[in-house]
């Protein structure tokens, strides 16, 4: 699937951009926005492991650009974030994981989780999902996630990973549905509905990165998710 290239749905009830939503800024002051989940004080540990995973990123960049992906080791990055190969497969089970997982992963859960539980959980999805884009383009990491989609659409194996959920972020998804439905996570409807949520944030990524990252990804992604919702309403 490919995100369509039409216009930006116009503002509704379930639009990022709708009054009283929680988008990219919370600037409704919506418990449990973003900003207010990201200013929480994090421990000493966190922060050394936050410290820790970033560091790692940072140096397998610089050497999958320096040496290619497949040259590049484990060994090599944990040495050069000065961590032994252990650390490494503490933070992330394989060396494709550092372009799929990230800090934000948390920060996502526990958005949707604050959204209103009578809420349709493809509405919070979507408010959580684009905003949380949006965040993370205006912190200026926007050339660290593109070098990431990139090289995750170009390795067959790091593609291969992403495409088959590797448990985030479907598997994240289907516990907060789980978790607001009362339903067991086994039910159909509910890996329907997580696994098309999750086949649209990937194949949006891969769409951004495909076409060079031109466009802006957070747009894409809320036509993308706003598809979902005009399907479902049919």
């Known amino acids: 699937m490919t995100t369509p290239r039409s216009a930006r749905p116009r503002p509704s009830d379930s639009s990022p951009d709708a009054p009283g939503a929680t988008g990219a800024t919370g600037a409704t002051g919506v418990p449990g926005s973003l900003e207010e989940l990201a200013a929480a004080p994090l421990s000493l540990r966190e922060r050394k492991k936050l410290k820790t995973r970033q560091a790692l990123r940072r140096e397998a960049l610089r050497l999958f650009a320096e040496q290619g992906w497949e040259a590049t080791t484990v060994d090599q990055i944990a040495a050069a974030a000065e961590v032994s190969p252990s650390t490494f497969f503490r933070y992330f089970p394989a060396k494709e994981d550092l372009l799929l997982t990230d800090e934000y992963d948390p920060l996502m859960a526990d958005a949707i989780r604050a959204r209103p539980a009578d809420e349709p959980f ?113």
């Open 122 to 234: 493809l509405t919070s999805a979507r408010l959580v999902l684009v905003g949380l884009i949006r965040r993370m383009l205006a912190e200026q990491e926007r050339t660290e996630l593109y070098e990431r989609m990139r090289l995750a659409s170009s390795v067959p194996s790091v593609r291969v990973r992403m495409l088959e959920g590797s448990g985030q972020p479907r598997g994240m998804l289907l516990d907060l549905l789980a978790e607001r439905t009362g339903l067991d996570p086994a039910a159909l409807e509910l890996r329907i509905t997580a696994a098309a949520i999750s086949a649209a944030l990937t194949e949006t990524s891969l769409y951004w990165a495909d076409r060079g990252g031109q466009d802006d990804l957070a747009d894409l992604l809320d036509q993308a998710l706003g598809h979902l919702q005009e399907l479902g309403a049919r």
